[in-house]
């Protein structure tokens, strides 16, 4: 794979997370803060999780969003803020998903 390729596809991965995530604000307002309020909290009770677990557990919490995705930029930002850290990948619990391969995340202890 050539070098310019992966740089469009993080390119690419990073623009869908923002379209997703600024579709959830439009359709909810202020479901960011929302969402990484949630995050903030959940990880006082969860040492290593993945995305869908916070999901799951944020039903009633905070609202659905359009696209499961915009939880992508929650992650992204609590990882760049040393929250949370990536320690490696998981199969994913979702059946319809077929136990593809997502990041497991952990605690940053610092």
């Known amino acids: 794979m ?9 390119k690419l991965r990073d623009l869908g997370i923002n379209q997703s995530f600024q579709n959830a604000e439009s359709n909810s307002e202020k479901w960011g803060v929302l969402a990484y309020s949630f ?8 040492d290593t999780f993945m995305a ?7 039903k009633g919490f905070v609202p659905e969003p359009p696209s499961r995705r915009a939880w992508g930029a ?9 929250v949370i ?23 940053n202890s610092k």
């Open 85 to 107: 850290k990536s320690i490696g990948f998981s199969s994913v619990k979702n059946p319809k998903a077929h136990r593809t391969p997502a990041t497991l995340w952990a605690v």
């Open 39 to 46: 995050l903030l909290k959940y990880i006082k009770e969860n």
């Open 2 to 10: 050539k070098q310019l390729d992966l740089f469009q596809g993080n």
């Open 52 to 58: 869908e677990d916070v999901r799951v557990a944020s």
């Open 74 to 82: 929650i992650f992204v930002m609590a990882k760049k803020n040393n």
